[in-house]
């Protein structure tokens, strides 16, 4: 007995010198600095699973590297920590690129063919990619035009249908007396954007529509990190790998029975597009459950948080209430109070500043980029080709450089011009916009932020003129009014998430604020003059 125990402890003490020893050969003196772990290769592997999003920023503290590296088993990463190496590593786009992570999913988690694989791994590094072709094409799709506004208008008209079922007029049986609505926050939230931004999307055809499909998508995201790991997925992921062929099987019904035709220009585009490319039937349905990805996932949290912190706060709440008041026109003939969709994205300063700082504060992706060559930073740091560059985004946002003292509370007037953030010395001094990642930045930064900020604004919006919102708790017999807003926790979303899932979900109360028909113009915007928002750094011309 205890001669095996030394046996296999002398076992551990070989393999552990001899990592170290491969550790320290392999790694050259130009690239960024390793970190020094106690376990070679492993450590980072569990602080990354146990952590997640919080191992970077406590790296950052505890080490404050300006940009460093961990080794994995078979893998290095490149850490960013100092901002500005972000713009230096978005100019090396082509070489430092997002294309091979992008194409690297279809045939790995997304389950293509490998005919598809080989398509989408093409030239790579050429504008002729077929990825680099479908990102350009999506771009123009998304860009603030005619397509774009034809996005925000379905997606207006769908979340009014969302939120005309919590007035009670909507109710039958419920007597007048008892005008509330109550509500599960976060599933009733993430569901109504769901649906309003797959309407938008894909029209009435759209496969979220039916129940069983966003269940199942519901399923999928926060396992999709550990499917995507698993080997012998049918045996060790059966689930998940069940829950993606039944998405995929409702996408090829989508196809087949025509629904695209009824669709968005941008997303007959991303489809036509990628079928020119040559992929196949099946791996066209299987590309749109990766697609799902970057149009659904965020939009939920984001507009979800975003609610949290205007009722939740009445300062918030009574302040946008007050920009919105000179916006809002009652039609005497009809007695409808009317809004309009251009006036929100241009004259409700408050109201964008509140929604940045919802996407400074609770958003957690991270860009990963793959070395196609070997690649110089500067002059400075070596990267070596087949490493994989990191930008938490946790790191850029909570960062005392970029915001000042106060980054870690939560401001909502941080973004207005003429409030910037008070620095060190006192002087006022504007927050540095290059740290602002929630769209990422350079090449490949988020084509949907003007269409989901529009969105999720204006859902914002119609809940203020509309409701009063409190939170409460189920009692014995009835609801009992809460006199704190709970303080929601994210420690357990899941760890591809790019935004912060609350742990718990809880109950509010509904009420209208009167009974008042809102309809919501977009007149401005159907002849395609709406412009773009200024939201990341490359929108603002004179950041
Ligand atoms: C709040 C909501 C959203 C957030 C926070 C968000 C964030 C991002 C980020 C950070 C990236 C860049 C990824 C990287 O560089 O590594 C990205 C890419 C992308 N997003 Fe979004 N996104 C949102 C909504 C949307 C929506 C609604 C759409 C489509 C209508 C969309 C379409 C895309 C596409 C197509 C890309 C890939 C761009 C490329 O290939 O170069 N996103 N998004
Ligand atoms: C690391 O990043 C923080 C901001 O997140 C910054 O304040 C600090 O200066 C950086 N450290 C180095 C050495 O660049
Ligand atoms: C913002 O930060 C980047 C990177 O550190 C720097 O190059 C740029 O000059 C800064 N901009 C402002 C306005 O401070």
Redesign the pocket.
């Known amino acids: 007995m205890t001669y095996s125990i030394s046996l296999v402890l002398a076992g551990i003490v070989a393999v552990y010198v001899g990592l170290r020893f491969l550790l320290i050969l392999t790694q050259s003196k130009e690239e960024p600095p390793l970190l020094k772990t106690a376990i070679p290769f492993l450590e980072p592997i569990i602080g990354i699973i146990r952590e997640r999003s919080l191992f970077y920023p406590r790296l950052r503290d505890k080490y404050n590297h300006d940009m460093y590296t961990l080794r994995l088993p078979f893998a290095r990463i490149y850490v960013v920590n100092a901002t500005q190496y972000i713009p230096i590593l978005q100019k090396h786009w082509r070489t430092i690129s997002?294309t091979p992570?992008?194409a690297g999913a279809g045939p790995g988690p997304m389950g293509m063919s490998s005919e598809a694989g080989e398509i989408l791994h093409r030239d790579i590094m050429s504008d002729s990619n077929p990825?680099q072709a479908?990102?350009r094409a999506?771009?123009t799709a998304?860009h603030p035009g005619e397509g774009l506004d034809r996005?925000n208008g379905r997606a207006v008209e769908v979340m009014q249908e969302m939120m005309h079922t919590l007035r009670p007029e909507s109710q039958k049986g419920i007597p007048p007396a008892d005008k509330e609505r109550i509500i599960d926050f976060w599933a009733w939230t993430n569901h109504a954007i769901i649906q309003t931004?797959t309407d938008a999307?894909y029209g009435p055809g759209n496969p979220f529509k039916k129940r069983d499909f966003e269940d199942a998508w519901n399923y999928w995201t926060p396992h999709y990190l550990t499917f995507a790991l698993a080997p012998f997925k049918s045996f060790l992921a059966a689930k998940a790998l069940r829950t993606r062929e039944f998405m995929v099987e409702r996408w090829s019904e989508y196809f087949r029975a025509g629904w695209l035709e009824h669709a968005s220009p941008?997303a007959q585009i991303m489809y036509n597009q990628q079928k020119s490319d040559g992929l196949s039937f099946d791996d066209l349905a299987r590309a749109q459950v990766g697609?799902s990805h970057?149009?659904?996932a965020?939009?939920g949290p984001?507009t979800w948080w975003l609610l949290y912190h205007i009722f939740s706060d009445p300062l918030v709440l009574s302040d946008l209430r007050e920009e919105l008041k000179p916006l809002v026109k009652v039609d005497d003939n009809t007695g409808e109070s009317r809004i309009d969709l251009a006036d929100i994205r241009t004259k409700c300063p408050i109201l964008l500043s509140t929604f940045k700082e919802v996407?400074r504060y609770h958003?957690l992706?991270t860009?990963?980029?793959i070395c196609l060559e070997d690649e110089v930073l500067n002059g400075r740091y070596l990267l070596k080709k087949g490493g994989i560059v990191m930008i938490p985004q946790l790191v850029q946002h909570t960062s005392v450089e970029a915001w000042g003292p106060d980054a870690a509370e939560f401001r909502y007037r941080r973004f207005l011009k003429g409030d910037f953030l008070i620095g060190d010395s006192g002087q006022k001094r504007k927050p540095n916009l290059t740290a602002f990642?929630?769209?990422?930045?350079g090449?490949?930064?988020?084509?949907?932020?003007h269409?989901?900020?529009t969105?999720?604004m204006a859902f914002a919006v119609l809940m203020v003129l509309q409701f009063d919102i409190s939170p409460i708790e189920e009692g014995l017999h009835s609801p009992v009014a809460l006199s704190k807003w709970p303080i929601p926790t994210w420690r357990n979303s899941p760890m591809v998430s790019?935004?912060q899932i609350p742990d718990h979900d809880f109950k509010v109360s509904v009420k209208p604020r009167d009974g008042t028909k809102w309809v919501m113009d977009f007149a401005k915007e159907k002849d395609g003059s709406g412009s773009g928002l200024e939201i990341t750094a490359e929108d603002v011309k004179d950041n």
């Open positions: 997002f992570v992008l990825v479908w990102s999506v771009t998304l996005l931004t999307v941008f697609h970057g149009i659904v965020t939009t984001t996407m958003s992706g860009q990963v980029r990642r929630a769209f990422g930045g090449h490949t930064m988020c084509p949907g932020r269409f989901s900020s969105e999720i790019s935004f």
